[in-house]
C-alpha cells in the first residue's frame, strides 16, 4: 500500500494527553483517531479553558466534551468512585429528552475503565427513580433544563460544587426558549467552574449566551473553510436520507442498483467496518475489511485482491484508507457521514481518479442535513438528495443491462453456430418467442450473479445487534421502535410542491413529537411522498400530519400497505 506525503499520519487519542483508560475505552469502541474538533477541542479543555465550538452534527461532539471531561474527574479524585449525596461534579444541558439519553449513553461508554457514574434527568420520567439515582450519586448529569432545574428547585440536585458545565447543541436550546432556564441553572454553579458551549451553528443569541456565561473562551469553528480541501474529481454525489436502523438495507439497495465494479464503502469505526463486512458477506456481496486494528499482512492481501479487481467492495475505516492509491474505484460510499466536510473531500478523491467518471453516495441521517449543506459549502459543488431506489427502478436497470449485453453481443457477432439451435426450434416456435426465452436465461443467470431483489420495506439484512446496555435502567422508546415492524404513508404533496426530505422529517418530528431517528426511507414523487414510520406510531403521525400543513399546504395522509406502492420517483 502506499502512502503519499500529502497524508501525514495523524496523532491518535494518546496524543492528545487523555488518561490511559479513556484511550482504551475509545480503542475499545473502535474509534481510531479523533475527529476534527475532537483534536482542536480536546487539548485546550484538557488545560481547563472555557470553549466555544461550533461544528455541525455527527462530527463527534460528544466525545470532544466527554473525555476531557472525565479526564479532569478521574484525575481529581475519582477513582473513590461515587459518594451518595454529593452533588454532581459535571452537567450537561442538551435540549431533548432524546438527546439526555443519548448522549448519557455515549458518556456512560467513555467512561468506561472509570467508576464515574452517569445519570440522566429528563421530561415526562418519574421523578422518584430519578431522585434515587442522584441519591446514590452522580458525578455526571445529563439533564434537559427545564427537568434539571425541577431538581435544582426541589433540592435533589446539587451544584454547588459543580466542576464542569457543558451547553450541548446550545443553538436548540435557545431555539426552544430554554434561555431563561439555562441562565438559572447557571447561577447556583460556582463562577470557578470550567465551561463549554457547543453547537451546529452560530447567531448572536449564542455570542449572548457564552458572553453571559463563559469566561476568555477558546473559540473553534469546524466547516467554515470556503476553499476545497484539494482538487475535487469529476464526482457525481448524491446523498439518501435513511435511519440508523435502515442503513444496512439501504445499502444493499444502492450497491444492486449502482453495480459498482469497484467500491469503497467507508465506517466511523473498526466495530463497524468489521460488522458490515460480515453482513454484506452473508448478503453474497465480495466485501473485504481494511482497518487500522488488522495486522499490516492482512492489509496487504486486502489491498492486493482490490486492487488486482478480485474484490468489488472494500468496507474500511478513514485511517485505513488514508493515502491508498487506487485508480479503478467507480464509487464511493460513505456509509455514514464523515467527520468533517474536509474528511468528505478526503473520502470521495478515492474515485473519480484520471477523468473518469466517479460516484459518491452518502447515507446520511435525518439530522444530517446540514452536514450536507456545509460539504456543499466546502466543496461549492451540489449534492442531490435523491430517495433510494425502489424494486422498481432495480428492475428497470437490469433490463437495462441485459439489452444492453445483447446489444454488444449483436454488434460483435460470431454466433453463427447458435444458427443451427435457432433453426431447429423455429420449426415449432416464432423466432421472436426462440430470442425471448434466450434472453430470460441470461436475463435470469445475470440475476442470480447479483443477488435478488431486497423486499420492500422489510430490511434486507437482519437487524444489527442491539447496542451495548445504556447506563442504568433508562430503556429507550426510540430502540424499540427501531426494531420494530415498519409501515408506508402516502402523504399527499411531492417534488412540484417543493417537499423535501427535510420538510417531512420536521413536520413528522415536530408535530407528531416523535424521534427524527425513527423516520425511515423517504420517497418523494411528483404529486405525493411515501415514508416508512415505525408501525406502532402510524395512528399518532397520521393524526399529527393531517392536522398540520406542509409547505403551507394541507395534506392528506394515508396508510399503504403494499410494499411496491413506494414504486413512484
Ligand atoms: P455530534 O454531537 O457532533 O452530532 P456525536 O458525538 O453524536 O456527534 O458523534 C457522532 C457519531 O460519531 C457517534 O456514533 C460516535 O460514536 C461517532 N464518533 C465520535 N467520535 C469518533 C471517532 N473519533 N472515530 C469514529 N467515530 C466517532
Ligand atoms: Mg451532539
Known amino acids: 500500500m502506499k502512502v503519499s506525503p500529502e497524508d501525514p499520519?495523524?496523532?491518535?487519542f494518546a496524543s492528545l494527553g487523555l488518561a490511559g483508560p479513556l484511550v482504551a475505552a475509545v480503542a475499545a469502541l473502535g474509534y481510531e483517531e479523533p475527529t476534527p474538533i475532537q483534536r482542536e477541542a480536546i487539548p485546550s479543555l484538557l488545560e481547563g479553558r472555557d470553549l466555544v465550538a461550533q461544528a455541525a452534527t455527527g462530527t463527534g461532539k460528544t466525545a470532544a466534551f466527554a473525555l476531557p471531561l472525565l479526564d479532569r474527574l478521574t484525575r481529581e479524585g475519582g477513582s473513590r468512585g461515587p459518594v451518595a449525596?454529593?452533588?454532581?461534579?459535571?452537567?450537561?444541558?442538551v435540549p431533548t429528552r432524546e438527546l439526555a439519553m443519548q448522549v448519557a449513553e455515549a458518556v456512560h461508554k467513555y467512561a468506561k475503565g472509570t467508576r464515574l457514574a452517569v445519570v440522566p434527568l429528563y421530561g415526562g420520567a418519574p421523578m422518584d427513580q430519578q431522585v434515587r439515582a442522584l441519591r446514590r450519586g452522580a458525578e455526571i448529569v445529563v439533564a434537559t433544563p427545564g427537568r434539571g432545574l425541577d431538581h435544582l428547585r426541589r433540592g435533589t440536585l446539587v451544584l454547588s460544587a459543580l466542576e464542569v458545565l457543558i451547553?450541548?447543541?446550545?443553538?436548540?436550546?435557545?431555539?426552544?426558549?430554554?434561555?431563561?432556564d439555562i441562565d438559572a441553572i447557571v447561577a447556583k454553579t460556582p463562577a470557578t467552574r470550567?465551561?463549554?458551549?457547543?453547537a451546529a451553528t452560530w447567531a448572536p443569541r449564542i455570542a449572548a449566551i457564552a458572553g453571559r456565561h463563559l469566561t476568555n473562551p477558546v473559540r473553534i469553528t469546524i466547516a467554515r473553510e470556503k476553499r476545497p480541501a484539494g482538487k475535487l474529481p469529476r464526482v457525481r454525489q448524491v446523498a439518501y436520507i435513511v435511519s440508523r436502523a435502515q442503513k444496512p438495507a439501504a445499502l444493499g439497495r444502492v450497491l444492486d442498483f449502482e453495480a459498482p465494479k469497484s467500491a469503497i464503502v467507508f465506517c466511523r469505526t473498526r466495530l463497524e467496518v468489521d460488522e458490515l463486512t460480515d453482513t454484506l458477506n452473508a448478503h453474497g456481496y465480495g466485501a473485504h475489511a481494511l482497518h487500522g486494528?488488522?495486522?499490516?499482512?492482512?492489509?496487504?492481501?486486502?489491498?492486493?485482491?482490490?486492487?488486482?479487481?478480485?474484490?468489488?467492495i472494500l468496507v474500511a475505516t478513514d485511517v485505513a484508507a488514508r493515502g491508498l492509491d487506487i485508480e479503478h474505484v467507480s464509487h464511493v460510499i460513505n456509509y455514514d457521514v464523515p467527520s468533517a466536510p474536509e474528511v468528505y473531500v478526503h473520502r470521495i478523491g478515492r474515485t473519480g481518479r484520471i477523468g473518469r467518471e466517479g460516484v459518491a453516495i452518502t447515507l446520511a441521517g435525518p439530522r444530517e442535513?446540514?452536514?450536507?449543506?456545509?460539504?456543499?459549502?466546502?466543496?461549492?459543488?451540489?449534492?442531490e438528495v435523491l430517495t433510494l431506489p425502489t424494486v422498481a427502478d432495480l428492475r428497470a436497470r437490469r433490463f437495462e443491462a441485459t439489452r444492453q449485453a445483447l446489444g454488444a453481443q449483436l454488434a460483435e457477432g460470431g454466433f453463427d453456430d447458435m444458427r443451427t439451435i435457432v433453426d431447429a426450434l423455429a420449426q415449432d416456435f416464432e423466432v421472436l418467442d426462440i430470442a425471448a426465452a434466450a434472453v430470460k436465461m441470461i436475463h435470469d443467470a445475470s440475476d442470480k450473479e447479483m443477488g435478488a431483489a431486497p423486499l420492500e420495506p422489510e430490511p434486507r439484512f437482519e437487524a444489527r445487534p442491539a447496542p451495548a446496555k445504556r447506563p442504568r435502567s433508562q430503556a429507550s422508546p426510540r430502540q424499540l421502535s427501531e426494531s420494530g415492524d415498519v409501515a408506508l404513508l402516502r402523504i399527499s404533496g411531492g417534488r412540484r410542491a417543493g417537499v423535501r426530505p427535510g420538510d417531512l422529517v420536521g413536520a413528522i418530528a415536530g408535530e407528531a413529537?416523535?424521534?427524527?431517528?425513527?423516520?425511515?426511507?423517504?420517497?418523494?414523487?411528483?404529486d405525493h411522498a411515501v415514508v416508512e414510520v415505525p408501525e406502532g406510531l402510524v395512528a399518532r403521525i397520521t393524526a399529527a400530519l393531517s392536522a398540520t400543513r406542509i409547505k403551507g399546504q394541507k395534506v392528506s395522509v394515508r396508510r399503504i400497505t403494499d410494499g411496491a406502492a413506494s414504486g413512484p420517483r
Open 9 to 12: 499520519p495523524v496523532p491518535g
Open 85 to 93: 449525596g454529593s452533588g454532581a461534579r459535571a452537567l450537561v444541558l
Open 167 to 180: 451547553l450541548d447543541e446550545a443553538d436548540e436550546m435557545l431555539d426552544m426558549g430554554f434561555a431563561e
Open 194 to 198: 470550567q465551561t463549554a458551549l457547543f
Open 293 to 312: 486494528g488488522m495486522v499490516q499482512k492482512q492489509r496487504d492481501r486486502v489491498m492486493q485482491a482490490f486492487r488486482a479487481e478480485q474484490a468489488e
Open 369 to 383: 442535513h446540514r452536514f450536507l449543506r456545509s460539504v456543499e459549502t466546502l466543496t461549492r459543488q451540489p449534492i
Open 513 to 526: 413529537d416523535v424521534s427524527s431517528g425513527v423516520i425511515g426511507a423517504i420517497t418523494i414523487a411528483d
